[in-house]
């Protein structure tokens, strides 16, 4: 396998400013469920026990990794080249057997009840995007629709 390239943009397809973000959404934490859900910001992944366990050792690879180029003196936004310091890129985790989401192997886009804080939820696979206001969905839907359109051209 030769060697990926990551943040090469060909193109914007669409672009939209959002409104500020919601104080709800300034948040980070890890909560267990039906599985193990770490939630940051806007964002919450899905892991079962084995895949979050892979997770965690390559946050702490990359810690150590980072607090050792900071020391090195190390700023953040003077590095423009990629350097894997947590995890491996090119091997799949170690898992004994392959986690099934409720969204596995779907998108699922939800309006949720006026007392949920958070008003929309897309799911895509063992991710979910959360926009706290119908306003930030609109401009979303709006730029994706922009996004397809540019595609298409």
Known sequence: ??????GRVQKILAQ?????RDKHNCRVF???????HI??????????????FAVTK??????EKLEDRIISGYKIGTNYSTEIIGGKQTEPMNIKTPHKSLFNNRMVIEKNY???IDGIHIHYR????????LETFRRFCECVKEAQISLDQ
């Open 58 to 63: 390559a946050f702490t690879e990359a810690a």
């Open 39 to 52: 939630h940051y910001r806007e964002h919450r992944l899905v892991f079962d026990t084995d895949e979050f």
């Open 1 to 6: 396998m030769g060697e990926q390239i990551m």
């Open 16 to 20: 939209v400013e959002l409104p500020e």
């Open 30 to 36: 890890i909560d267990l469920a039906e599985s193990v």
């Open 126 to 133: 063992d991710y979910r995007l959360v926009m706290d206001n």
């Open 114 to 116: 006026p007392d949920v």
